[in-house]
């Protein structure tokens, strides 16, 4: 491969795992473990949760990718993690590397939304009796944490704004959770609404931020910590609305 053809595969490999939700340290490491493995050992990368800034010496340019839309794909990681070592190893070529790679930016891995609808409800029903909960409220909290995955799967499409899908779905849980209540079904509304809404709270956002921080990535690691304040600011606004409505 000449500069600017290493140049892209270093590219294409970061893009997928920033977009899949690797750290940004990982995704930095990756690119330059790969150039350094394929002969090219002077290289320049830049990494924030929006962008990708890559260059190689001998080069003509340096590479740019936009990271418009990011999402939880930690198996996408793994692969292009193995294919890395593979290089690495010499165990296939960088043409192989980037025709693998390319493969995989356009499949779709992930599992079906029904099977993660169902996680989530399986999830929420287990996180009640976690804290405490009594197990008449499990199915109450079931259903309520699918409830609220399943606006949030659907409502990303019709509203572009992270913050409002979230707001929705924390108010759809914070509302099932309560017609429950209302009806019989469920007896302790917080321990209903707090499990309901576990498969909403951002984990994997807030450690990757975290371990950025801890790894020297300022930009990326305090601009995810802001995202996941927003994500949790956004669900706790819905819940209190709820309870503003219902008290």
Request: proline letters at 2%; charged letters at 15%; glycine letters at 8%.
């Amino acid at each position: 491969m000449n500069p600017n053809e290493l140049g892209e595969l270093c590219l294409l490999a970061g893009k997928i795992m920033l977009e899949s939700g690797a750290e940004t340290y990982r995704v930095q490491d990756t690119m330059v473990r790969i150039a350094g493995s394929l002969g090219a050992n002077y290289t320049n990368s830049y990494v924030t949760p929006t962008g990708i800034v890559f260059s190689l010496s001998g080069a003509d340019q340096t590479k740019l990718a936009q990271i418009s839309k990011r999402s939880t794909d930690l198996y996408k990681v793994i692969i292009v993690n193995s294919i890395s070592r593979k290089i690495s190893t010499g165990e296939i070529s960088a043409e192989e590397a980037f025709s693998t790679l390319r493969k995989i930016e356009k499949e779709n891995l992930k599992y079906p939304k029904y099977v993660k609808i169902l996680a989530a409800s399986i999830v929420s029903g287990f996180s009640l009796v976690l804290f405490n909960g009594e197990w008449h409220d499990f199915f109450s909290a079931f259903f309520a944490g699918g409830a609220g995955f399943l606006c949030v799967s659907y409502l990303h499409r019709l509203v572009d704004i992270k913050f409002f899908t979230e707001f929705l779905a924390a108010l759809i849980v914070a509302l099932t959770s309560y017609l429950f209540t209302y009806m019989g079904f469920g007896h302790d509304l917080p321990n209903i609404i707090v499990a309901s809404i576990m498969p909403l709270v951002p984990g994997l956002l807030i450690t990757n931020a975290v371990r950025d921080l801890m790894a020297g990535h300022l930009v990326s690691g305090l601009s995810k910590g802001a995202e996941a304040t927003l994500t949790a600011f956004a669900i706790g606004a819905g819940v209190a609305v709820v309870f503003t409505l219902y008290k």
